[in-house]
């Protein structure tokens, strides 16, 4: 007879191996910034008269920075589904996602093809913050533009974020979504900051019976496409409209 499995058993491990990675990598990131600032004040404490006080407290305020956003994005990741059973509301996509794109629109060529008035059940703030670190992911990697496009697919809204940069070799566009993860040709710490922004972007849509993943843009870039249920109102159909952003990426249908 062939031996018997604990399946239960073995998710039960398998997920504490993740803790424990997980445990290891925030350590590891949180340890960076710390040790930088312990060398930099030790060295202020030891030679005082060889102090540049105002360069000092510009890297002593980069990494307390650095330091904060990792601790508040680990917190995030730490609470998404407890905070958006308390947070769902209509949420009218497409103003949300001029809202946000205002931001990139002033210091970058951010074209914008929005459908009107999607409307989608979400907690506001996730989904901004979702947008928020997509645009940013974008615009760290863009030659010249973006371009962000807004569409109803069936019952969902289908929003696809592309830029014109180098875009990401198929081996790694699931990788780009793990904890901490960052390709070693686009990303790094000083411009790429944790390597936790597109894995956050990953769980609010799945937070939200969403998905989102990474494909090619037309213009031979990143084209991150996210999918979530609209909000589906009573005796109104769900029109599946001719796709906008068809121009922008490639092999979607």
């Known amino acids: 007879m062939g031996q018997n499995i604990d399946f239960a058993a073995l998710f039960a491990e398998q997920l504490l191996d993740r803790q424990r990675q997980f445990a290891a990598d925030a350590s590891h990131e949180l340890r960076t910034p710390l040790t930088a600032l312990r060398v930099q004040v030790e060295e202020a404490r030891l030679h005082p008269d060889d102090v540049d006080l105002p360069d000092l407290l510009n890297h002593v305020t980069d990494d307390l920075d650095r330091l904060e956003n990792i601790i508040s994005d680990l917190l995030l990741l730490a609470t998404l589904e407890a905070d958006l059973g308390r947070r769902l509301e209509e949420v009218d996509l497409t103003t949300l996602v001029e809202t946000v794109a205002a931001r990139w629109t002033e210091s970058h060529d951010v074209r914008l093809n929005l459908e009107a008035a999607v409307t989608v059940e979400a907690a506001s703030w996730q989904i901004a913050r979702l947008l928020a670190n997509l645009l940013d992911n974008a615009r760290r990697h863009a030659t010249h533009r973006l ?26 566009r699931e990788r780009i979504f793990q904890r901490f993860a960052r390709l070693d040709t686009a990303r790094s710490r000083d411009r790429g900051g944790a390597g936790l922004g597109l894995a956050i972007a990953r769980d609010i849509a799945a937070a939200h019976h969403g998905t989102l993943h990474v494909e090619d843009s037309t213009d031979g870039g990143a084209c991150f496409v996210l999918r979530i249920p609209l909000v589906r109102r009573s005796g109104t159909p769900l029109i599946d409209s001719q796709p906008p952003c068809s121009r922008i990426c490639n092999g979607r249908r």
């Open 147 to 172: 371009e962000v496009d807004l569409r109803r697919a069936g019952d969902h809204a289908e929003l696809t974020v592309a830029d014109d940069g180098q875009g990401i070799p198929p081996a790694d």
